[in-house]
Every structure is written in structure tokens, then in C-alpha cells.
């Protein structure tokens, strides 16, 4: 998109991101997610769950605290489905002490 210089809108980065989270790729959905951040646009709490998500099931325990710092540092507030989603991630890659401590962090 960039080679042709045009500016892509919104939903289409986030239909991408959402096409490629469910395929698993997470260092392409990471780079147009910072892509996005890069044009201007406001990433929103749907956006950082969907990457934390797919980071956690791949065992990418790192990246995906990484990322929820990352939206907590950007005055996000973490909501009851991005929380779910750590508790269940974290959970299934036998890490409970993380996803207890998720509420903490």
C-alpha cells in the first residue's frame, strides 16, 4: 500500500489484522499495527486485544505483556474482555501465576 502511496483507511487495516489473527501471523498483524500508529490513526482496546490474543496462543507470552504495557502506558484502560483473554491465554500455555497476576499489572 505504501508503494503506491496512498494513505489505506482505518477498516482496512483492521479487517487485515483481523484476517491475519486468525491465520497466526503475528509479526505481520505487529507491523501494520505499528504501521498504523506510524499514519496517524488511533489504535483502539479491540485492536490491542486482538494482537494480545493471537501473541498468547502462539506462546508469545512476552510479546503479549509487551503489548498490554504498551496499551497501559497509552492511557488505555484494560477492559473485563481483554482480562478474559489474559486469564485464558495465559492459562492455557501454563502460566497461571501470569494470568493471576494479570489483574495486578
Request: net charge neutral.
Amino acid at each position: 500500500m505504501r508503494k503506491f502511496k496512498f494513505r489505506p483507511a482505518f477498516s482496512t487495516y483492521t479487517t487485515l489484522i483481523g484476517a491475519l489473527s486468525v491465520v497466526h501471523e503475528c509479526n505481520l498483524m505487529l507491523a501494520l499495527f505499528h504501521q498504523m500508529q506510524e499514519l496517524g490513526y488511533e489504535v483502539d482496546v479491540h485492536l490491542f486485544t486482538t494482537l494480545i490474543r493471537v501473541f498468547a496462543k502462539e506462546g508469545r507470552v512476552d510479546a503479549a505483556l509487551s503489548l498490554l504495557d504498551e496499551m497501559k502506558s497509552n492511557s488505555f484502560h484494560v477492559d473485563v474482555v481483554l482480562y478474559n483473554v489474559c486469564i485464558d491465554c495465559f492459562g492455557k500455555v501454563g502460566n497461571v501465576d501470569l494470568a493471576r497476576n494479570s489483574f495486578t499489572r
